[in-house]
């Protein structure tokens, strides 16, 4: 699959004109009333770098906010973790191996340093659309299709800054009640979604108690059917873990009793 550069430019063009339009709003007394941020609708993403099932709700839905007015009623949190382990002195694994660690800092980076969305979105965006499309190795190429510079990650990686960002995104993901059992972890006002985790819009449109219903909403025929049985693939993490510990309990147990009878 090739990559998708027109998807990060119309990221960009989206960001350029909302900005543009939030200046002109300010500064005249327009029409349209944008909603305060009490009344905008907390969005939180819990993820891992890696997992497929991220990366694809990242570009083919998280995506769908920029695409209509909808990012202008929500507050949108990402939080790059998702089912890593913190072990002794403030080490950790992640479920899909070092280079997923390496991924979710340079993502954590990204969201310190440039704190606005319009500046980590593209960024992560492009990472995920490589995650998606099998070349993650090529992920420092997102730096020159974004025009940006990539030292200030690097220092971030390097000097260990970035490993200290990942320990408070660990807090932060383990303080999440009800706990979060697998990636992506979708929450809305707090509500986890669960697998219906494709349907997050309807969910914003149902929760946002703003005056003027965004056009995007208008159009969901609200609600766009809260699946009862929904199947949306998932990365599972201490569920799995736990069955593999399991395993290999079993299988040494069995390799140990194979043992004594052969001494035997």
Not at 109 to 125: G, Q, R, T, Y
Not at 160 to 188: F, I, M, R, S
Not at 226 to 241: A, D, Q, R, S, W
């Amino acid at each position: 699959m090739a990559y998708r550069p027109l998807a990060t430019t119309s990221l960009l063009i989206f960001f350029f004109c909302f900005a543009s339009f939030s200046t002109t709003s300010n500064s005249s007394t327009a029409s349209i009333i944008l909603p305060s941020d009490s009344q905008k609708v907390s969005l939180g993403l819990y993820y891992e770098s890696l997992c497929p099932y991220s990366a694809n709700f990242i570009i083919n839905y998280l995506v769908k906010l920029f695409e209509t007015d909808l990012i202008s009623v929500v507050n949108l949190n990402l939080v790059p973790w998702g089912n890593a382990k913190i072990r002794g002195n403030d080490t950790f694994d992640c479920q899909h191996g070092p280079y997923e660690c390496l991924l979710n800092t340079v993502e954590a980076c990204a969201i310190h340093i440039w704190p606005e969305l319009s500046e980590h979105f593209p960024f992560i965006n492009c990472v995920e659309t490589l995650v998606y499309e099998r070349k993650y190795p090529e992920w420092e190429s997102c730096f020159d299709k974004l025009g940006l510079d990539p030292k200030p990650i690097t220092d971030c990686y390097s000097s260990g800054y970035g490993k200290e960002l990942e320990l408070q995104y660990a807090a932060e993901t383990n303080a999440l009640e009800p706990p979060h059992k697998y990636v992506p972890w979708v929450v809305v006002d707090g509500e986890p979604l669960y697998e219906d985790y494709e349907n997050f819009i309807s969910y914003i449109c149902k929760a946002y108690k703003g005056i003027a219903l965004p056009n995007a909403c208008s159009k969901l025929n609200i609600i766009q059917g809260e699946k009862t049985n929904p199947t949306h693939p998932v990365c599972f993490g201490t569920i799995i873990l736990a069955l593999a510990a399991r395993i290999k309990s079993v299988i040494t147990s069995w390799m140990h009793q194979m043992n004594m009878v052969v001494s035997i």
